[in-house]
């Protein structure tokens, strides 16, 4: 099992690099015109023959702009003026046009000239049986392309309406196959957020999905996170966490689902950090939900993160030791950032590049934190100060010698240290580069070479922190070169001699790491 914990002593890693990424190459295509006709063109001239057939044509959905210039179109695909459910492609495009790759869903164009053998009055029919919803009713149905891992097939989608029998509103998408008059499949567009009664952070929306008069917690909004219940176990993936009601938890811990709501509450709202700070869609930026497991062993002190499962694992901590639930929210920001450092630097987890891994997940867990703005938990320097009934956090930002094991400053030393007390040092770093050196209302950050260091502010450094990671360091960065890659990044983003720029070296020789 590949994965990254989040205390000390117990950490067994070796981060994967993102997979299925495709190789940059040079566009003969011209930059000007817009990013939709671009993406095409280069679409057709780097993909297979699926996507130059005939009969196929794109739409565009949207376009969002990396700080770097870069750019990712997404595109709806149509055959033969068909919708191609599945067929949806992300095409990501570089300066100057140069091609980046695509996310695709569809790796076979349809069979074109099929045609329906079956009626739309029985498709209709079809997908009026599949609804458990009280009442129920066919809103409209059209002729699609359905695309899975099979291949395509000419399909009718049903939208049925109505409401379930405690008043929630449905909105049941049916698939039935044009040809044998069978379900393909079927999703609920209607996805209300319930009630979570979480133990770390109070009463929270969580997002849910209702499923045959169940409610989940499957978040579809989110790129479909759920949550699952281990039971005590440490292998599978447990028990999706359900309920008759749309509440999950009631705040204490006698209820099991309590936790399974904190969880899935960690797991949103870092999410949305990552997608409305970064435009990150997913741990992985293509839209697909890693899964949190929460119940883990018995009285297991610890969470961590798995490549090889893409998912969270949290223990219900030892209440006869103090330690409650690990499913705090830094900790829940923590376990996902080890992923998207998986997929974007891969720093290797020993050495000093093992310590900026660790780092990395406590400056996103802190940012989520700081993002998400519950009055339960409100934003700190501290990690898992939640955890433990006595208040005392694992880790110190401001000062991180003050847990008795963390590096405050870089020395030949650090790189032997485990991981967790090594990352001090960038913990160090990325207190004074956001907050400055000396007394604030969150703590009092010493300078190893007894400079000042006024800071630029969480937005701006957690700016700087994400496009060293995922623009400039490597699986072997150790200290001296991410100060290389954070005085890039700064430069990119505010330009080089900026005050920013000067900042992010001054708060590196701040921590002895010229």
């Keep these: 099992m590949r994965r990254t914990t989040l205390l000390g002593g117990l950490a067994t890693a070796a981060l994967l690099a993102a997979a299925g990424s495709l190789p940059t190459t040079a566009s003969a295509a011209p930059v000007s015109g817009d990013a939709f006709t671009r993406a095409v063109a280069q679409l057709k001239a780097h993909s297979g023959s699926a996507l130059v057939a005939d009969g196929q044509t794109f739409t565009l959905k949207n376009v969002s702009t990396d700080a770097d210039g870069t750019e990712h179109v997404r595109l709806n695909r149509y055959q033969d003026g068909l919708p191609v459910l599945g067929g949806d492609t992300v095409v990501h495009l570089g300066k100057g046009n140069t091609w980046k790759g695509a996310s695709q869903s569809l790796a076979a164009a349809p069979t074109r000239g099929a045609k329906a053998r079956v ?12 609804s458990t919803a009280a009442t129920r009713r066919v809103d409209g149905s059209q002729l699609v392309y359905d695309a899975d891992a099979t291949g395509t097939a000419l399909a009718y989608e049903v939208v049925v309406g109505g409401a379930y029998a405690d ?8 698939l039935v196959d044009a040809t044998t008059g069978t379900v393909r499949d079927s999703w609920e567009g209607v996805q209300r957020d319930g009630t979570g009664n979480t133990f770390h952070s109070g009463s929270v929306a969580v997002g849910t999905t209702l499923s045959g008069g169940t409610y989940q917690l499957n978040d579809g909004a989110r790129g479909g996170h759920k949550t699952y219940d281990l039971n005590g176990g440490t292998s599978g993936t447990g028990t999706l966490v359900t309920n008759a009601s749309n509440v999950f938890g009631d705040g204490t811990l006698a209820n099991r689902q309590t936790t399974a709501a904190d969880a899935a509450y960690g797991a949103a709202e870092t999410w949305d950090y990552y997608k409305s700070t970064f435009g990150r869609n997913g741990i992985r930026n293509d839209g697909v939900a890693a899964y949190s497991r929460v119940h883990y062993s018995t009285n297991y002190v610890n969470a961590f993160w798995s490549d090889s499962c893409f998912c969270m694992t949290y223990g219900d901590g030892d209440a006869s030791q103090g330690w409650t639930p690990l499913t705090s929210l830094d900790v829940a920001g923590h376990e996902m950032s080890h992923g998207v450092t998986s997929n974007t630097a891969g720093l290797r987890y020993s050495g000093e590049s093992g310590g900026l891994n660790e780092a990395t997940s406590d400056i996103f867990g802190t940012l989520v934190e700081f993002y998400a703005a519950n009055s339960n938990d409100p934003g700190d320097y501290l990690i898992g100060e939640e955890l433990r009934t006595n208040g005392v956090p694992l880790r110190y930002m401001d000062k991180p010698s003050k847990d008795g094991s963390s590096a405050d400053c870089w020395s030949r030393r650090v790189g032997s240290l485990d991981v967790h007390y090594s990352s001090g040092v960038a913990n160090h770093f990325f207190y004074l580069l956001a907050v400055g050196s000396g007394s604030s209302s969150y703590g009092n950050s010493p300078t190893c070479n007894g400079s000042t260091v006024t800071g630029i502010g969480n937005a701006k450094a957690g700016a700087i922190w994400y496009r060293a990671l995922t623009t400039y360091m490597t699986s072997r960065t150790d200290y001296a070169g991410a100060r290389t890659a954070t005085l890039s990044a700064a430069a990119d983003l505010y330009g080089a001699g900026s005050v ?7 708060a590196w020789s701040a921590v002895s790491v010229n």
């Design 119 to 130: 009626s739309a009055a029985a498709a209709d029919r079809a997908a009026l049986a599949t």
């Design 167 to 174: 008043g929630t509103p449905s909105e049941l998408h049916v």
């Design 500 to 506: 920013e720029y000067n900042t992010v070296a001054a």
